[in-house]
């Protein structure tokens, strides 16, 4: 993913509300599974660190980008945004 794509997948983010809040028990098989079934209707998800969750935010989207197979588009403060396209029927359309 080159800057122009990214950029472009943040400012679609901007707009997401969090679809998962992780909080005190980190990042649970259980989030993660959601978080890849979350992939098969939405290919750009927002997730929201709470403020006791004792684990870094980056380390958080890193392991929950390996875990779902997608990629990382950004990290800013407690918020992480994920993006995995649809393989038969993207709606999203990155720029060149």
């Known amino acids: ?3 122009r794509q990214r950029a472009y997948l943040k400012s679609l983010a901007s707009n997401l509300n ?5 909080g005190k028990s980190t990042l649970t ?3 993660t599974e959601a978080v890849r ?3 098969n209707t939405h290919e750009l998800i927002k997730v929201s660190v709470l403020q006791n969750c004792l684990e870094d935010p980056k ?3 890193n392991a929950l ?3 779902t197979g ?5 990290v800013i403060g407690k918020k992480i945004v994920l993006y995995k396209p649809d393989k038969k029927n ?3 359309i990155l720029p060149d």
């Not at 969090?18 to 992780?22: D, E, K, W």
């Not at 997608?70 to 950004?74: D, K, T």
Request: glycine share 0%; aromatic share 8%; with cysteine.
């Open 1 to 3: 993913m080159n800057s």
């Open 18 to 22: 969090p679809s998962f809040q992780i």
């Open 29 to 31: 098989p259980e989030i």
């Open 37 to 39: 079934e979350c992939f």
């Open 59 to 61: 380390v958080i989207a």
């Open 65 to 67: 980008a390996d875990r």
């Open 70 to 74: 997608s990629q990382l588009v950004q």
């Open 90 to 92: 993207p709606k999203i």
